[in-house]
């Protein structure tokens, strides 16, 4: 189904005919174990390439936090992240997803697959047993399993080129899931893996840093989280450090492309600002509108994007990894589309910046020195 609808702002086409894809669910899901945390089936969104890109991949894992307790994983499961009953049967595809070669020109006739979220914790847990108390599972790596099982029968094994990409706590999967992902291939050219607004920060200097610490752990306690993170940063550091990108990236041997903005709004809203001696409704002004931040709110954004500038400079240099900041009040690009239509660094398009990266026509190290957040939406 194709929907059809064109706003222009600022001289850029926002919306356009876009593409709705009906929902898959995996096969034999239930005896497999791959269920979200209601017990509900794994699913997926599927459009097939076609000409040039019939042999390429993009995988996409969704975002939508996570869950660190039974009571906030039994509250996801009366919504869409943790049921996929809940789901809308179709979903559209646009963006990084987008067929349209005037708005997405490396990728738009590739395969692409989007994975249901639905387990609370990065497509990433693995516990064997129900939770006899709440009735929930904790089974987000068999759902990414079973997925690529069913993707390599279409056609994934014999892919030329492959993305496996995510927002948000999907691009914290993707980090996750980035090597892995490179040995389903033994013939492809190039496996590549994009984290969108995935770099959630430690922020040694930041209040909070014990509640932001003490969430994953309980994440990956509920979860069992702790035999997907790198031995080679769990031996050197308690494991829930090792779920912060900062501590795990260099552990990813897979070329990795950052899409960030030094001005994260839901981490700033959810780990930052909430956690200050300052009430949010005192907040709730300035986070929705900059203009009406006053100075000491500004420095307080400032102090939290020199935070994020400390995390990110931790990682080892590496020319297969690439980095687009921007300095944009917003979370996702993958998901926003005004900001992969629109947003320009250093005269790049989010867009162009993926191709130039994945086909290595160029180095890609773009970032923006303002340290004043930009409403970009």
Known sequence: ?????????????????YKLVDISFVKDAVSKGAVCL??????????????????????????????????????????????????????????????????????????????????????????QQVDPGTNLSYRGLRIFEAVMDEMLAKGLAG??????????????????HCDSFRGLFTRAERVKCISDAGF?????????????????????????????????????????LCLFPENLISDIQTPLLM????????????????????????????????TQCTTDQIHGLQDYRRAFLQSLGKLKDSRSRGIFLSNCYSHTTFTTTYLWRCLTVGNTTISSVIGDWFFDRKYVHVTVDDNYPRNCT
């Open 1 to 17: 189904l194709v929907c059809s609808l064109v706003v222009i702002l600022n001289g850029c086409a926002l919306l356009h005919g």
């Open 38 to 127: 209601d017990g509900t089936p794994a699913a997926y969104f599927m459009s097939p390439g076609s000409g040039s890109g019939a042999n390429s991949w993009v995988v996409y894992l969704e975002g939508g936090g996570w869950c660190s307790t039974p009571a906030d994983c039994l509250d996801r499961t009366r919504t869409y992240l943790g049921s996929t009953n809940l789901r809308n049967k179709n979903n559209t595809f646009a963006n990084l997803l987008d067929d349209n070669p005037a708005y997405n020109p490396d990728l738009h006739n590739w395969n692409k697959v989007r994975i249901a979220y639905c387990d609370g914790a990065f497509y990433a847990g693995d516990v």
């Open 159 to 176: 892919a030329d080129n492959a993305i496996l990409a995510g927002s948000s706590a999907g691009a914290l999967a993707t980090i996750l």
């Open 200 to 240: 959630f920060i430690y922020g040694d200097d930041l209040p909070g840093k014990e509640y932001r610490r003490d969430d994953f752990a309980k994440v990956i306690d509920l979860h069992g989280l702790e035999k997907i993170l790198p031995k080679s940063c769990t031996s050197k550091m308690d494991p829930s």
């Open 259 to 290: 899409l960030e903005t030094s001005f994260d709004a839901w981490q700033v809203s959810h780990l930052f600002i909430c956690l200050l001696f300052i009430t949010n409704v005192h907040w709730s002004n300035c986070t929705n509108d900059l």
